[in-house]
């Protein structure tokens, strides 16, 4: 059974960094599409960025293009979310996806995955 770990959120002042963390485990977990998605409260989930497999193509909401990047280290299973000049309303929990799939179609969509793991708070507060 495949498992997706979180790590790395946390309170931030506005301008701030983070850097999340997801890591695979268990099971089979060879080629895959990784993804983050953000959820705050009473809001839908909503896609954040995701990294192919075949080419380690990015894709960027445009809320975060130019603030954030994925980057991911398969050697290591782990799949990073780095986040500068957070703003409040990037305040949310977050997700991380996988898909074992080299590439797919659509990779914005929180449907298109099959495992997930339990999230990361990140808070943006002075």
């Known amino acids: 059974q495949v498992q997706l770990v979180e790590s790395g959120g946390g309170l931030v002042q506005p301008g701030g960094s983070l850097r999340l963390s997801c890591t695979a485990s268990g099971g089979t977990f060879s080629r895959n599409v990784r993804a983050w998605f953000r959820q705050a409260p009473g809001k839908e989930r909503e896609f954040v960025a995701f990294?192919?497999?075949?080419?380690?193509?990015?894709y960027y909401a445009d809320s975060v293009k130019g603030r954030f990047t994925i980057s991911r280290d398969n050697a290591k299973n782990t799949v990073y979310l780095q986040m500068n000049s957070l703003k409040l309303e990037d305040t949310a929990g977050y997700y991380c996806a996988a898909q074992p799939l080299a590439y797919i179609n659509n990779a914005r969509a929180f449907s298109s995955y099959t495992y997930w793991g339990q999230g990361t708070q990140v808070t943006v507060s002075s």
């Open positions: 990294i192919n497999w075949i080419d380690s193509s990015t």
